[in-house]
């Protein structure tokens, strides 16, 4: 099992990124996934999940009408789209993927909003 991150970066208040975490090893529609993130000096917390076959999807409320969680199952990818940005979403981004009863974390990338 493999999560590979990109789109990380340095981003203008207001801007969007859109994260991607390319898997291998497993079918990213068949399991659990999700993204994290831990902002400078605070605790790593849940943003988005996705259920298995994309049944359903929730959201952090700090983030609830701006992120959005999606999958490519042809490219096997998760997807963050991030919207509206502002300085409070700065932070190390993680996707997570539950593979039956074991857990993966991809490698993590900093987002920054800054002006």
């Known amino acids: 099992v493999q999560l590979v991150e990109s789109g990380g970066g340095s981003v203008l208040p207001g801007g969007s990124r859109r994260r991607s975490c390319a898997a291998s090893?497993?079918?990213?529609?068949?399991?659990?996934v999700s993204w994290h993130r831990q902002p400078p000096g605070k605790e790593r917390e849940c943003v988005a999940r996705?259920?298995?076959?994309?049944?359903?999807?929730s959201y952090g409320e700090s983030v609830k009408g701006r992120f959005t969680i999606s999958r490519d199952d042809a490219r096997n990818t998760v997807y963050l789209q991030m919207n509206s940005l502002t300085p409070d979403d700065t932070a190390v981004y993680y996707c997570?993927?539950?593979?039956?009863?074991?857990?993966?974390w991809g490698q993590g990338t900093q987002v920054t909003v800054s002006s």
């Open positions: 090893g497993f079918n990213v529609s068949n399991n659990f």
């Open positions: 997570y993927v539950m593979v039956g009863s074991r857990g993966y």
């Open positions: 996705l259920t298995p076959l994309g049944v359903s999807t």
